[in-house]
């Protein structure tokens, strides 16, 4: 419980800062801010998740209020195809009720309109190529909409935020003015222990979807030993195919979603985690979390993968759509101790650089800077 004098401190602090001073005492110190965030998703283990969640617990611990709207508190329809536009809707339509924001940060072209509709400073991020990963999933019908609304939501903001270097070039190319900010994780908040469940312990944890490459993964399934598991962790609009393959293979586990808490312990608990994805927008989530789980990696070199996964030094790399390459890279670091020991090493060492305690101040600093 804050006592008088805790509460003096705090209302002193916000009161300084909101002279917007760069510094005090040597260290950088941000105005108070009201935030709004609007997202599709703000909890499970997916990248936009997991992104929201971090900026959020961040802009918290430096004094900022923050509210978000997604769609686990809007109204969406859970069908494929349906669950976007139906958060578009809603999303709009709760926004009216929200005012006397500094800021409203939008994560992905979804969130655009919602965005529009509120007062304050106005910030798009996105977290790869919307109308790609729209085409791949829903169609190019789907994927020509899904391109005229990211063309218009880069035009409503102040800021367009990219996490990769690759996506910078490729908008910067195209007449935008975007700022680079990677992708984050806490790593204080990850729990202590691991779940091992196998002598030989595999590892997917994320969307079962399309565009992640989990079809490729499920071929791969087919041709591991008897004695080699895989546990697979997540959820999606594959998920009825995950379920179908686990019932005929007693060394292939569905777990479902869990809780990040389950699902960082297993990830430390496994030999290996596997991540086949076609795209990516900034560095995955979940290969940070097995960096800094000291867990070695398999991986597709896709999207802003590339900014922290080397061949043979911070992970096993692999070419998208080739479930053979995966096969072949498992059956090699499962062989091989030493090797998984370098690649974990190194990765330990780079991920110190994606903790939320430095990510987080690059977004302070484009708030601060309009």
């Known amino acids: 419980m804050l006592t008088d004098n805790s509460y003096l401190k705090i209302t002193f602090f916000r009161f300084f800062k909101s002279f917007n001073p760069k510094t005090y005492n040597g260290k950088d110190v941000y ?22 969640q971090g900026l959020k617990n961040f802009l918290e611990s430096e004094g900022n209020h923050v509210e978000v709207i997604s769609s686990n508190n809007t109204f969406t329809i859970p ?65 020509s909409i899904s391109s005229k609304l990211e063309k218009n939501a880069l035009k409503w903001a102040d800021v367009i935020t990219v996490p ?21 994780i806490d790593i204080s908040s990850f729990p202590e222990g691991e779940d091992r469940r196998y002598e030989k312990q595999l590892i997917y944890a994320g969307r079962l979807s399309e565009e992640k490459g989990i079809l490729d993964l499920l071929e791969v399934s087919k041709k591991l030993s008897k004695d080699t598991d895989l546990i697979i962790v997540g959820s999606g609009p594959e998920e009825s195919k995950v379920k179908e393959i686990a019932k005929k293979l007693p060394n292939i586990h569905f777990v479902g979603y869990q809780p990040k808490e389950n699902t960082i312990k297993l990830i430390r608990g496994s030999d290996i985690l596997i991540q086949p994805s076609i795209m990516e927008g900034g560095t995955s989530s979940t290969l940070l979390e097995a960096m800094a789980c000291k867990t070695p990696i398999i991986a597709t070199s896709v999207g802003g993968n590339k900014e922290t996964i080397i061949h043979m030094k911070t992970a096993y790399v692999v070419t998208p759509n080739r479930p053979s390459e995966i096969f072949d890279a498992i059956d090699d670091l499962l062989k091989s101790p030493d090797k998984r020991e370098i690649l974990s090493k190194s990765a330990y060492e780079l991920v110190q650089n994606y903790d939320w305690k430095n990510i987080g101040k690059k977004y302070l600093d484009v708030y601060n800077s309009i």
């Open 79 to 143: 069908i494929k195809g349906l669950k976007n536009p139906s958060f578009m809707i809603s999303s709009y339509l709760k926004s009216k009720f929200k005012n006397d924001f500094d800021i409203v940060h939008a994560q992905n072209p979804v969130s655009a309109i919602a965005m529009k509709n509120v007062k304050g400073k106005k910030i798009l991020s996105l977290q790869g190529n919307f109308s790609e990963q729209i085409s791949l999933l829903h169609g190019n019908t789907a994927g």
């Open 164 to 184: 990769s270097k690759e996506m910078y070039e490729e908008y910067t190319k195209n007449g935008y003015k975007v700022t680079h900010i990677p992708n984050a």
């Open 31 to 52: 105005p108070y801010m009201r935030i709004l965030m609007i997202s599709p998703t703000s909890s499970g283990i997916g990248g936009i998740a997991q992104h929201v």
